[in-house]
């Protein structure tokens, strides 16, 4: 491993992209949304009128995965949230994302958000940190998003898409969610982005000095 790698995990709408970002920028690596991931073999599938439960299928699509497939605009749709959580939770779609993500760090280390970065993908990451909020803000800041993006959705119908999924995630038998036992817990249900990074910054900077420089020497 030549560069830092930074996990952060943790369930939907906790801030984790959010800091994952922040942190990526404050320390000159580059960021992975993992879950981007699971989103476009969704897309992938939905749009070749595919079951998001047909294991091979999945498969299929996520070893057909390229990186353009990450950049489109519609990978967020709700349409894509509840099939992009059914396929993540197949073993063998998770199986044939693992060489992208270790792929991604290979070279200059990396940031990446998820849910089984620091359990699964990068068990020797740097830096574990997993975000993790109320349900209830989780909820608010979902259907604040939903919102503004222009979506007709009532607060109690996000929250209940929410706890689908976050139970979805945490029961499946395929890495399911879950703080790796070394990682550093971040409420930030009381917190904002600006305190979640400092917050974040001061972990990295006592864990990151230890071993490597915290930015890249050049
Ligand atoms: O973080 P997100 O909402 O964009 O993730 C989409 C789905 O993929 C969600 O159900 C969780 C799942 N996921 C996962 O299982 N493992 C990851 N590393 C990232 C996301």
Not at 5 to 17: F, H, N, Q, R
Not at 46 to 56: L, M, R
Not at 60 to 68: F, I, K, V, Y
Request: cysteine-free; proline content about 5%; charged content about 25%.
């Amino acid at each position: 491993m030549s560069g830092p790698v930074i996990a952060v995990d943790g369930p939907s709408a906790a801030g984790k992209g959010t800091l994952a970002r922040a942190l990526a920028a404050a320390l000159g690596l580059p960021y992975l949304d993992t879950g981007l991931l699971y989103r476009a073999v969704a897309r992938k599938l939905h749009a070749e009128g595919g079951d998001p439960g047909d294991a091979d299928a999945a498969a299929r699509a996520a070893r057909r995965l390229q990186p353009a497939d990450l950049a489109r605009e519609d990978l967020r749709a709700a349409t894509i949230d509840r099939a992009a959580s059914q396929v993540a939770a197949l073993g063998e779609v998770r199986a044939a994302l693992l060489g992208f993500q270790r792929d991604f760090a290979a070279r200059a280390g990396a940031v990446l958000d998820g849910r089984d970065i620091g359990t699964v993908i990068f068990p020797d990451a740097t830096l574990k940190l997993f975000v993790t909020a109320s349900p209830e803000e989780r909820a608010r800041r979902r259907w604040r998003e939903r919102v503004a993006r222009g979506e007709v959705v009532t607060l109690a119908a996000v929250a209940a898409e929410l706890a689908e999924r976050d139970a979805r995630d945490a029961a499946r038998a395929a890495a399911p969610l879950r703080p790796a036992e070394d990682a550093l817990v971040i409420d930030t249900t009381q917190l904002d982005a600006e305190a979640v990074l400092a917050a974040a910054m001061a972990i990295a900077a006592a864990r990151l000095n230890r071993s490597q420089p915290l930015t890249s020497p050049a």
